[in-house]
């Protein structure tokens, strides 16, 4: 990597939020257990911190997160949270049970990941930062009144909101695997007086890099003509990953990095937020490759000693091969769906 392209990125301020007492309670979730841990180990073993400035972050209270979820929602997950109890007859109504159980101190980790974006945004909104980081948020799925897909609360919608206070317009990216809820066909474009500030660009299974590449690029190249965006909140969940247990994309954390740095050369505010991402090495993988790409930082090929490195084997590798999955997307139907979103960003005012 050339002397001019360290400079270049030197120059961008990135704040990552971290604190030890962050990570102990994300790893509590079950379904990513320990996966916080793996992120900044990995972070830390490639010696990415010394680039950032790590802002601690504080807990959300009931006011800040209700700026989004009702009020009777969060009161139930405040009561359930404090005895685990499992039985309420009300919690199946808050979407509670099945994939977001109700465990000991879930309130707790809600308020906790719902104030790091908060805290994230807030840095953004006073201009300390131009990028800020949150890999253990991008809980896309909650609802307003409900638990979903393993999210209690959404806070990249409450990083949204709390960077609307001093932008008209946030731009809200996610490349996860599984879109929000409530969304997800091409022809999904938002309602009432969102019609047309939502894109859907549905995909088949077995996308690659340069495919996934050119669909970004085509449609965020109009999306960012047509609404002019002052700030960006970008989710980067890592279920699209060859070789996670969601079995359906075959990408590679170069693919979305190449994604990330398009975003990027907007020179934005922008909020970067984690998600999906179930082969737990593989995300942290991707994420720490995408943190290099913030900070324009070469990373080695070698998996670094460090606490969890015997999760890494057998290859000890950053690198992530694609599997030999087929991508069922044929060019003539991807460039169907491109050719309808586009015509749909027109009505965009």
């Given at each position: 990597?050339?002397?001019?392209?360290?400079l270049?990125?030197?120059?961008?301020?990135?704040?990552?939020?971290?604190?030890?007492?962050?990570?102990?309670?994300?790893?509590?979730?079950s379904?990513?257990?320990?996966?916080?841990?793996?992120?900044?180990?990995?972070?830390?073993?490639?010696?990415?911190?010394?680039?950032?400035?790590?802002?601690?972050?504080?807990?959300?209270?009931?006011?800040?997160?209700?700026?989004?979820?009702?009020?009777?929602?969060?009161?139930?997950?405040?009561?359930?949270?404090?005895?685990?109890?499992?039985?309420?007859?009300?919690?199946?109504?808050?979407?509670l049970?099945?994939?977001?159980?109700?465990?000991e101190?879930?309130?707790?980790?809600?308020?906790?990941?719902?104030?790091?974006?908060?805290?994230?945004?807030?840095?953004?909104?006073?201009?300390?930062?131009?990028?800020?980081?949150?890999?253990?948020?991008?809980?896309?799925?909650?609802?307003?009144?409900?638990?979903?897909?393993?999210?209690?609360?959404?806070?990249?919608?409450?990083?949204?909101?709390?960077?609307?206070?001093?932008?008209?317009?946030?731009?809200?990216?996610?490349?996860?695997?599984?879109?929000?809820?409530?969304?997800?066909?091409?022809?999904?474009?938002?309602?009432?007086?969102?019609?047309?500030?939502?894109?859907?660009?549905?995909?088949?299974?077995?996308?690659?890099?340069?495919?996934?590449?050119?669909?970004?690029?085509?449609?965020?190249q109009?999306?960012q003509?047509m609404?002019?965006?002052?700030a960006?909140?970008?989710?980067?969940?890592?279920?699209?990953?060859?070789?996670?247990?969601?079995?359906?994309?075959?990408?590679t954390?170069?693919?979305?990095?190449?994604?990330?740095q398009?975003?990027?050369?907007?020179?934005?505010?922008t909020?970067?937020?984690?998600?999906g991402?179930?082969?737990?090495?593989?995300?942290?993988?991707?994420?720490?490759?995408?943190?290099?790409?913030?900070?324009?930082?070469?990373?080695?090929?070698?998996?670094?000693?460090?606490?969890?490195?015997?999760?890494?084997?057998?290859?000890?590798?950053?690198?992530?091969?694609?599997?030999?999955?087929?991508?069922?997307?044929?060019?003539?139907?991807?460039?169907?769906?491109?050719?309808?979103?586009?015509?749909?960003?027109?009505?965009?005012?």
């Amino acid at each position: 990597m050339s002397d001019d392209h360290n400079l270049r990125n030197v120059k961008r301020n990135v704040d990552y939020i971290y604190s030890p007492e962050y990570v102990e309670i994300c790893d509590s979730l079950s379904k990513v257990q320990n996966r916080a841990s793996m992120v900044h180990s990995l972070i830390e073993a490639y010696g990415l911190t010394k680039y950032m400035k790590i802002l601690k972050p504080q807990a959300a209270s009931m006011e800040q997160m209700a700026a989004f979820h009702t009020g009777s929602y969060l009161e139930h997950l405040h009561k359930i949270s404090q005895d685990g109890d499992n039985d309420d007859p009300q919690s199946s109504d808050f979407g509670l049970g099945y994939d977001c159980p109700v465990v000991e101190g879930i309130f707790d980790y809600a308020a906790a990941v719902g104030g790091a974006s908060l805290t994230a945004a807030q840095s953004l909104v006073d201009g300390k930062c131009d990028v800020a980081i949150n890999w253990a948020g991008g809980w896309h799925h909650a609802k307003k009144d409900e638990a979903s897909g393993f999210c209690y609360v959404n806070d990249a919608v409450l990083g949204i909101l709390k960077l609307r206070e001093k932008y008209d317009r946030v731009l809200y990216i996610d490349v996860d695997l599984h879109h929000g809820d409530g969304t997800g066909d091409v022809t999904d474009t938002g309602l009432g007086k969102g019609r047309w500030y939502t894109v859907n660009v549905p995909l088949e299974d077995g996308i690659g890099d340069d495919r996934y590449y050119h669909v970004f690029t085509s449609v965020m190249q109009q999306v960012q003509t047509m609404f002019n965006p002052e700030a960006v909140v970008m989710q980067l969940g890592a279920d699209t990953i060859a070789g996670d247990p969601m079995c359906s994309f075959n990408m590679t954390p170069v693919g979305i990095g190449r994604c990330l740095q398009y975003v990027l050369e907007w020179e934005l505010p922008t909020l970067l937020l984690g998600g999906g991402g179930y082969n737990l090495a593989n995300t942290a993988r991707c994420w720490v490759y995408l943190t290099g790409t913030v900070l324009g930082q070469s990373l080695a090929s070698e998996i670094p000693d460090h606490e969890f490195f015997t999760e890494y084997g057998p290859d000890y590798s950053l690198e992530i091969s694609p599997s030999c999955r087929p991508d069922r997307n044929e060019a003539q139907h991807v460039d169907r769906v491109i050719s309808t979103v586009r015509a749909n960003l027109k009505n965009v005012v």
